[in-house]
């Protein structure tokens, strides 16, 4: 019984292993497409970028969630980007105020926006995905474009 409930420990352990690996080498590839794409995109044309990639994301879902913020974090502070681009974030920036009525209010109002909500078919975990992503472009704001604090 011992050795039964031991191997298959081990099994679950090496799947679980395998999985998360698997899961490391798409979030890897993914964030350094984001980061590509994001020389070229304003500021809030990351969010619709980071959204499409959490949608085809093809690692472990729970990682893939939690990923949002890094994943904006990638497209929004591109050290390659041209200085046009930069120039566009830090306006950008400057213009973003701390949302009225709360942070939760103002992601909803955004995603709403740009047609992302539940009365238009969209998953709870895409409204969420939506309202993480606008929550860590306003992160990224807030702390100067230094990158998001996770």
């Known amino acids: 019984m ?20 698997d899961s490391e080498i798409h979030l890897h590839d993914g964030f350094k497409a984001l980061a590509e794409k994001g020389a070229q995109l304003n500021s809030e044309g990351c969010v619709p970028a980071v959204l499409e990639w959490h949608r085809t994301c ?8 939690h990923a949002v913020p890094m994943a904006m974090a990638h497209c929004l502070k591109q050290p390659k980007a041209p200085d046009p681009r930069n120039r566009e974030r830090a306006a950008y920036c400057k213009t973003l105020k701390y949302p009225p009525g709360g942070m939760a209010r103002w992601t909803y109002s955004k995603c709403s ?25 306003e992160n990224f704001c807030r702390h100067d474009g230094d990158g998001i604090r996770l």
């Open 2 to 21: 011992v050795s039964s409930l031991f191997s298959i420990s081990i099994i679950l352990g090496v799947c679980a292993f395998w999985s998360y690996s």
């Open 58 to 65: 093809k690692a472990m879902k729970s990682l893939c969630d």
């Open 113 to 137: 926006e740009i047609g992302i909500t539940r009365k238009k078919g969209h998953t709870r975990s895409e409204v969420k995905a939506c309202g993480t992503a606008f929550s860590a472009l």
